[in-house]
């Protein structure tokens, strides 16, 4: 079981209640540039994946190349917005 003091270390540890906040907020609008931007994107990187931090695209290619890529630049792909922009989108039935 996680303790209330390793929980108030781990938020310490990455600048506290407001960076989270921030951080959470920086995603948000990114997840948006790749929404609004999907088309344009898609012209510039088609059946590529995309990464945005910051509201930058900072890289694209391949999963392994856009990890890769992440790594280099040192930014944690956990919080770079990622989407696949598919020529073909398949369609799914559930």
Known sequence: ?????????????????KAI???FEQSEAD???LREKHEELLAMYP????????G????????EGMVQ????????S???AR???ATKPETWVL
């Open 78 to 80: 956990q919080f770079a």
């Open 21 to 23: 906040k921030r951080g």
């Open 47 to 54: 059946d590529m994946y995309v990464a945005c931090y910051k």
């Open 83 to 85: 989407v696949f922009l």
């Open 69 to 76: 890529a992440l790594d280099e630049k040192g930014i944690p």
């Open 1 to 17: 079981m996680i303790t209330e003091a390793q929980i108030k270390r781990y938020i310490d540890s990455v600048g506290g209640p």
């Open 31 to 33: 997840s948006r540039l």
């Open 56 to 63: 930058q695209i900072v890289a694209a290619g391949s999963i």
